[in-house]
């Protein structure tokens, strides 16, 4: 991973891991805790591809296992980020743009599921039954929910700043358009259409200017 990659994954990871302790897993919500680390992980690995969603899901994940109040056993969530973090990369369009917010949706729901389900097996594997008396199916259903309703003010954001620190050309030249991966989210593909016709009449204005300048300059030379 190049350096910017290292440095806004840790700032992001650090930050998002502070909120999640001090003040999302204060809130005492009915079952599970909004997830603002996956959430994190999801941005970073659909901008980054499954190899670096996978570095990133891991050095997150054991930031969390170690850090306070962690009480389970180191290594355990990290592993869960990982092969996360690895999926979620392996769905990143090719083009760097989403037509509908449907994908990324579908995407923020199965992780959220998955993750809750591999955590409870890794639990039940070192011996970790807590998974049991709360209730499974409980933890599921308030997981995806709570990580669906955060992910749209969460996911766009970290998609478009790892795109501006990549230095990725689509992210500069579409900065005021909704083409743009994070906009996507949030438009719904409405956007991307008018974005494009925008982009389109600013390319026939500047040709236009260009061939009225050769003119001007032809009858000049004459």
């Given at each position: 991973m190049r350096v910017n990659r290292i440095l806004l994954s840790s700032s992001l990871i650090v930050v998002a891991l502070v909120v999640?302790?001090?003040?999302?897993?204060r809130l005492h919500l009915p079952g599970a805790v909004p997830d603002l680390l996956l959430l994190v992980v999801l941005g970073l690995a659909l901008v980054y591809g499954h190899?670096?969603?996978?570095?990133?899901?891991?050095?997150?994940?054991?930031?969390?296992?170690?850090?306070?109040?962690?009480?389970?056993?180191?290594?355990?969530?990290?592993?869960?980020?990982?092969?996360?973090?690895?999926?979620?990369?392996?769905?990143?369009?090719?083009?760097?743009?989403?037509?509908?917010?449907?994908?990324?949706?579908?995407?923020?729901?199965?992780?959220?599921?998955g993750s809750t389900l591999l955590y409870a097996g890794v639990g039940a594997l070192v011996g970790d039954t807590a998974a049991r008396?709360?209730?499974?199916?409980?933890?599921?259903?308030?997981?995806?929910l709570y990580d669906l309703l955060l992910a749209p003010f969460v996911v766009?954001?970290?998609?478009?700043?790892?795109?501006?620190a990549e230095n990725d050309p689509l992210a500069e030249t579409n900065s005021a358009k909704a083409g743009d991966i994070s906009s996507g989210w949030l438009s719904g593909g409405t956007g991307l259409h008018i974005g494009g016709q925008r982009s389109g009449l600013r390319v026939?204005?500047?040709?236009?200017?260009?061939a009225r300048a050769g003119r001007i300059k032809g009858v000049k030379r004459l």
């Open positions: 999640q302790v001090s003040v999302l897993a190899v670096g969603g996978a570095l990133v899901g891991f050095a997150a994940g054991l930031l969390a296992d170690l850090a306070p109040p962690a009480d389970h056993a180191a290594g355990r969530y990290a592993l869960v980020l990982c092969v996360i973090g690895y999926l979620a990369g392996l769905v990143k369009p090719e083009s760097g743009q989403v037509r509908t917010a449907a994908g990324p949706m579908l995407v923020v729901v199965a992780a959220a599921v008396h709360v209730g499974l199916s409980g933890l599921l259903f308030t997981a995806a766009p954001g970290v998609m478009a700043l790892a795109r501006r026939k204005a500047a040709r236009a200017r260009s």
